[in-house]
């Protein structure tokens, strides 16, 4: 006898290198949930509760090279820690819907295909820190690097990497995508705005069963 399949968590990750329009889709699509009578958590990573926006300032302010890559990921990690207990799994306890700019996936593309550091370790961590609150879909807006970087209206650690490094990044998100292809969906973020939301609702249609 099969067993039946497990309803996705209603928490949906907004994934992609620099400049593909993430906060952009992320306001849209919570606009149509709302719409609908939906509650709806936004949040976003690094970041979303007190102690995590700390974090955040340490990743995104300074040098490109501030960090070891295993210091960067152990912060990433603690950050999410306190943004997954005092933020996202509440939330959805209570029937909410979570949307997440970027997640644990951000943390395997860049500091794992971007820096090289080991995945499994990282797949570890991710196992102890994030355990059963995996997104129920995880959408990565994809655009070639140049035209990201080229869009990206801050100038923080992480878009002063080089492309080189962004080019690892969009190769990363791919890659993940390739893996898990039930839990992610890949949108071509070169189309203009509306196109691309219209895109994630069809996205958010499929996987929750739900009109947009």
Known sequence: MSTPAQTPLRFVTFEGGEGGGKSTQLRILADALRQTGEAVVTTREPGGAPGAEEIRRLLVEGEPGRWPAEAEALLHFAARAEHL????????????????????????????????????????LRARVVGATEPGLTLILDLPVKTGLGRAREQQRYERMGHAFHEKLQAGFLAIAKEEPTRCTVIDATRPIDAVAAAVRAAVAKRFGVQL
């Open 85 to 124: 207990a005092k933020v996202i799994r509440p939330a959805l306890d209570a029937g909410q819907w979570v949307l997440c700019d970027r997640f644990a996936d951000s943390t395997l593309a860049y500091q794992g295909y971007g820096q090289g550091l080991h995945l499994a370790w990282l797949k570890q």
